[in-house]
């Protein structure tokens, strides 16, 4: 079993950064993947990132490429989420998720098993 914490949302500015942390507890994400996933208001949660835990190969969705890089830290077992040059419509609730998938499930919920709580995330413009 594993536990997913997200940390770090907040209200920032158009243009601005934040940084969100996910630690996971219970086992270590050798052999997982970890993905951040986006819910705005009104709207059906969509992919964002992911990572590969042991070889770190990463995969963005389109509207964060170049803005969001997502990494991890497997001696503290934390993912993270950088997220640059904020917009408006980045605003949303944003949850971490591990699982175990072929690399085309990675950009799909239902491939994850694990999932955080999820934190705010408000970008004013």
């Known amino acids: 079993q594993v536990q997913l914490v997200e940390s770090g949302g907040g209200l920032v500015q158009a243009g601005g950064s934040l940084r969100l942390s996910c630690a996971a507890s219970g086992r270590t994400l050798s052999g997982y993947r970890m993905g951040w996933f986006r819910q705005p208001p009104g709207k059906e949660r969509e992919f964002v990132a992911s990572?590969?835990?042991?070889?770190?190969?990463?995969n963005y969705a389109d509207s964060v490429k170049g803005r969001f890089t997502i990494s991890r830290d497997n001696t503290k077992n934390t993912g993270y989420l950088q997220m640059n040059s904020l917009k408006p419509e980045d605003t949303a609730v944003y949850y971490c998720a591990a699982g175990r998938m072929s690399a085309s499930g990675r950009v799909s919920a239902g491939g994850y098993d694990y999932w955080g709580q999820g934190t705010q995330v408000t970008v004013s413009s």
């Open positions: 990572i590969s835990w042991i070889l770190g190969n990463t």
